[in-house]
């Protein structure tokens, strides 16, 4: 992540103002890191091969879920932006799935994101990993957080380390496990 130092403490003293009751730090928080979420979004839908969502659409439906609720119990940058990668992995998924039902009649009113109308096999394979993450995090959050962090947000193993509050060595023998967790349920 590419925030100056003087940002990483702006973001923790606009989360601090937000749950103080300052009206403005929820915008303040959403201008400081709107453009590095974005780009983590594009550079995660590029990997992905997801053709779901535009990366400002996934930003800002996940920027409207955070604003709207969970971004508030964040009590620091680390904190924020695990936050941020669990909202990001959920519009994700729950855009697939409303494309999935869509495509098999189920729903009533057409109302999708702009640039959601084409649903790749990759789509399929996104809600497969999904399953297969929600089991993880049912067994091991922190493993599933540091999924999220690296493949998800694109952040680097000693950047999860330092948001998570754990060791680089802790997030490497995690990642280790995850992996080989995951490759055995998706196989």
């Known amino acids: 992540?590419?925030?100056?130092?003087?940002?990483?403490?702006?973001?923790?003293?606009?989360?601090?103002?937000?749950?103080?009751?300052?009206?403005?730090?929820p915008d303040a928080l959403l201008n400081l890191v709107?453009?590095?979420?974005?780009?983590?979004?594009?550079?995660?839908?590029?990997?992905?091969?997801?053709?779901?969502?535009?990366?400002?659409?996934?930003v800002n439906e996940a920027m409207l879920r955070l604003l709207g609720g969970n971004g508030l119990d964040a009590?620091?940058?680390?904190?924020?932006?695990?936050?941020?990668a669990t909202a990001i992995r959920y519009v994700l998924v729950d855009t697939i799935r409303r494309q999935h039902a869509d495509k098999r009649g189920g729903?009533?009113?057409?109302?999708?994101?702009?640039?959601?109308?084409?649903?790749?096999?990759?789509g399929d394979r996104w809600l497969d990993v999904e399953d297969a993450l929600r089991a993880l995090e049912q067994q091991d959050p922190r493993k599933c957080r540091i999924v999220e962090l690296i493949f998800?947000?694109?952040?680097?193993?000693?950047?999860?380390?330092e948001i998570l509050g754990v060791s680089l060595t802790t997030?490497?023998?995690?990642?280790?496990?995850?992996?080989?967790?995951l490759r055995e349920h998706l196989s």
């Open 75 to 84: 009590q620091n940058r680390q904190h924020f932006f695990s936050i941020a």
């Open 171 to 181: 997030v490497e023998r995690d990642l280790r496990f995850a992996k080989a967790w």
């Open 107 to 122: 729903g009533v009113v057409d109302v999708t994101l702009s640039g959601s109308e084409h649903l790749s096999a990759a």
């Open 152 to 161: 998800l947000m694109g952040l680097n193993q000693q950047e999860t380390a």
């Open 34 to 58: 709107y453009r590095q979420l974005r780009n983590i979004a594009a550079g995660r839908l590029s990997r992905l091969s997801v053709p779901v969502l535009d990366p400002t659409e996934l």
């Open 1 to 25: 992540m590419d925030l100056q130092p003087e940002e990483t403490g702006d973001v923790t003293r606009l989360l601090a103002a937000w749950r103080a009751g300052d009206a403005a730090a």
